[in-house]
């Protein structure tokens, strides 16, 4: 992968909030952090669903049809849709050498060049930015599946400004940067309660979600919360959708999230127990977000390949 910078500024983290690792890991200097729809229709990618038909929003509203994916992705939509995402905590191991044998066969060895559109497809626009989409789409489908230190090494150079034992060299000024700091939001939000570099998955996914900002798919995600909640007619769902207001917020979704992860709530078990009705909204929500999320950064790939 080619190392080479893109003109653009990449955000920086206050000297207050370096990152530091715990006895026995790597200690990270202080550093900097750093929508189009293309429609593949040929014969040699494989439609997500029914080739392309636009399906309906909230209230009526007629959403874009998703983009047709090679043929690698729509084998890990596949896998999705007979083993739905679960709210979970996974452990990681930040280290760059690790093993996809455990993971799902629809996923393991995945590599950026594996989820490109086919040759026919490409149209030379920017070959070095979709290799960095392409770090990102992958990134985005291991942690689907719950490869989290695969997609971790995938993202990490694309918005964080300095090297890592695990990621590599930083690649700065990414035109990627900011939907990778989204997927590296999601890797830590999947590690949950484990502790992690910089405290929890949780705690850190709060980070990578505010450096990510304002995302052109957190209204589709607050669309999902509103309507998941309003199906399941549960007033108690109803008003943690309502509390985001008129915008999502992330570190709300997250603090929800958690709070689902631990098995508390109002109505839940409490205590260790699970809470079923605020996990399965949880997980409902969070594959709207994955399904969003990819869409548009495979267009975006789509764009430039």
């Known amino acids: 992968m080619d190392s080479m910078p893109y003109s653009g500024q990449h955000l920086k983290r206050p000297a207050s909030q370096a990152p530091r690792r715990d006895a026995g ?3 990270v200097s202080a550093a900097r952090l750093v929508t189009l729809t293309v429609m ?9 669903s029914a080739a392309g038909a636009a399906r309906a929003g909230p209230k009526g509203r007629r959403e874009a049809a998703a983009p047709a994916y090679p043929e690698r992705v729509q084998a890990v939509l596949d896998h999705l849709e007979a083993n739905p995402m679960r709210l979970q905590s996974i452990p990681m191991i930040y280290e760059a050498d690790c ?16 989820v490109m559109p086919p040759p026919s497809q490409r149209r030379g626009a920017d070959p070095q930015a979709a290799e960095h989409f392409a770090r990102v789409v992958a990134g985005l489908l291991y942690v689907a599946c719950g490869g989290l230190d695969q997609a971790h090494n995938l993202v990490t150079p694309l918005c964080w400004g300095a090297p890592t034992p695990y990621g590599g060299k930083p690649i700065p000024g990414s035109p990627a940067a900011q939907d990778a700091s989204y997927v590296h ?14 405290g929890t998955g949780f705690s850190n996914a709060n980070y990578w ?13 607050l669309d999902s919360m509103r309507r998941h909640a309003a ?3 549960d007033a108690r769902l109803q008003q943690l959708a309502a509390n985001h207001g008129d915008a999502f917020s992330p570190a709300k979704w997250v603090a929800v999230c958690a709070e689902a992860a631990r098995g508390g709530g ?9 809470d079923a009705a605020l996990a399965g909204w949880c997980e409902r929500v969070a ?3 994955f399904r969003a999320l990819l869409e548009h950064c495979y267009s975006r790939l789509a764009a430039v390949a």
């Open 40 to 48: 593949a229709q040929a014969s040699d990618v494989v439609s997500p």
């Open 266 to 274: 109002a109505g839940g078990a409490g205590g260790g127990g699970r």
């Open 99 to 114: 093993s996809s044998a455990h993971l799902p066969a629809a996923v393991q060895g995945l590599t950026p060049e594996d």
């Open 231 to 233: 199906a399941a007619g």
């Open 25 to 27: 890991k790597w200690v």
């Open 209 to 221: 979600y505010a450096a990510t900002g304002p995302h052109p798919v957190h209204p589709r995600v």
């Open 287 to 289: 594959a709207d977000e």
């Open 185 to 198: 939001a999601l890797v830590h939000r999947a590690e949950g309660l484990h502790d992690g570099e910089f």
